[in-house]
């Protein structure tokens, strides 16, 4: 029971599914940036269908033919040797994502600036993945932690507010900071439970996917 349920935590937070999770918030968060009223627009799900097959689906096809094709033993990829093609082809899909966005004046210079800390933090999981077998899950987290930092800081925000079947909700900035918080050791314990990685492996990919996206500030503001 334990182990399905670090299997489900690994799943749902799936490092590649993090950029559609930092899109989805920051929208949430001010949609106005998008120039929408509210994520239930007809473009904003646009956007988070773009992002979410750009960053995820189409990515994940690639690995899958990876395994297909015998290039890769699993899709746990559990040797630092098989994550090497996963990393390199990631890599150049968000680049390239990032390289389109960067021209789009309907895109917020915010969430480029965090595609772009997401490309940072692959790259450099590439390469600390010569050496150790970094744990991307913790690069992914540590982005999303990151990234909900950085927002508080830009924009100063206490709350924010969604509409909901309900009516509005008000939900507190520190709420969300603390559930990413929870989030990104859930995911750790998954991953320990999982005997996928060692605390050192989570703990450098924290520390990357976190400065990673500081790094991408300093770049884009």
Known sequence: MLRLLAQ???????????VTYMLVLLMLVNPYLFGVNNIGDQSSKLLILQIF??????????????????????????SKQERIGPYV???????????????????????????LGATIALFFAFFINIFSK????????????????????LFSYDTFTILSPRGTMEISMSTVLLITILVAGLVGTARLALQAHEPMDLYGGYLVGFASQFMALRFLF
């Open 134 to 153: 970094i744990s991307a899950h913790a690069v992914g987290v540590g982005g999303l932690l990151g990234m909900v930092v950085i927002t508080m800081l």
């Open 53 to 78: 097959l750009s960053t995820f689906f189409i990515p994940g096809v690639a690995v899958a033919m990876l395994r297909f094709t015998g290039m890769i033993r699993s899709f746990q990829m559990e």
């Open 8 to 18: 489900l935590i690994s799943i749902i937070f799936h490092p590649l599914l993090i």
């Open 89 to 115: 082809i990631t890599g150049i899909l968000y680049l390239w994502m990032f390289r389109n966005f960067l021209d789009n004046p309907s895109i917020p210079t915010a969430f480029t600036s965090f595609l």
